[in-house]
């Protein structure tokens, strides 16, 4: 008899939880956010990473302005041609194997047009050497967010981009591309929360990923010094290991960084936010 109760409360309590932990087909496994720069300091140069990485990145020449929460870098604006904000290399921004990666953003294009010279937007850029890259979140012309790979095995290069309405100019927008590594029919983008239907420009995102530490390079690559400018405001900088719900995304996308990852034991997105590691 015991037996059997036991066996009923087990079923019972996995029913229960089974919604909180199943996502895209299969048990979703701990997230883990391995950057995140809120860029809220409003003046200085040195950049406080939130996560546990705690890669604090250095700016060189991007402005403060009002964010879509608090403060906000402003990049390659009025003639500046080599802003960039930077972190150190750290270990924890390598994703191989079949790894899952997210990179997150608020940005406003403040670009003007889509003129020569301005169709590639480094807005997030994990770079191993050189001009190689192993995960990128970028703008394309006439303004569709995509992502780049490059291939280990033979430096080829990979691209999904999305489809449908161009980033607005001069407002807020959240976008979000994530992955599973050498998988390409995994890559998703979500604008505000819906997402996008997409396709490949160059390569099928199926290869074997750099192993990449960084630097990473947030409004520009290669430190300001490799082109591929980003020509507007980011805000709320997020690079995760793990993968999200269009729900996930919109419930991330509802507060602040900060507010979002203080969660309680009390509140509603503990359960499912709890395990989060980030800089205390």
């Not at 409360?9 to 048990?27: D, E, Q, R, T, V």
């Not at 964010?67 to 270990?91: C, H, I, M, P, W």
């Not at 960084?214 to 082109?227: A, T």
Request: net charge negative; charged share 25%; proline share 5%.
């Amino acid at each position: 008899m015991k037996t059997k109760i036991s066996f009923l409360f087990i079923a019972s309590l996995i029913l229960l939880l089974f919604p909180l932990f199943w996502a895209h087909g299969k048990i979703r496994p701990e997230l883990e956010l391995v950057l995140y720069l809120p860029f809220d300091e409003g003046g200085g140069n040195t950049l406080e990473d939130k996560s546990e990485t705690e890669a604090d990145a250095k700016k060189r020449g991007a402005e403060w302005v009002k964010g879509k929460y608090g403060q906000a870098l402003q990049f390659n604006v009025n003639g500046r041609e080599n802003d960039n904000v930077q972190t150190r290399e750290d270990e924890r921004f390598i994703f191989q194997g079949h790894a899952e990666v997210t990179l997150m953003a608020w940005i406003k294009n403040e670009a003007g047009n889509w003129g020569d010279g301005i169709n590639q937007y480094a807005v997030i850029y994990n770079r191993p050497e050189g001009n190689m890259a192993n995960y990128c979140l970028r703008l394309e012309a006439p303004g569709f967010p995509a992502l780049f790979y490059r291939d280990a095995a033979d430096a080829d290069w990979h691209r999904k981009t999305a489809r449908g309405n161009p980033m607005p100019l001069g407002e807020w927008v959240h976008v979000v591309c994530s992955a599973t590594i050498g998988q390409g029919d995994t890559m998703k983008f979500h604008v505000n929360g819906e997402e996008l239907p997409s396709g490949w420009s160059h390569g099928n995102g199926n290869f074997k990923a750099i192993p990449a530490p960084g630097p990473i390079d947030i409004g520009s690559r290669l430190g300001g010094n490799g082109g591929h400018v980003f020509h507007g405001s980011i805000d709320e900088v997020m690079i995760w290991k793990g993968v999200f719900t269009t729900e996930d995304i919109k419930e991330i996308m509802s507060a602040p960084g900060d507010e979002f990852l203080a969660v309680q034991p009390q509140e509603k997105l503990a359960t499912k936010w709890g395990n989060i590691k980030r800089r205390r």
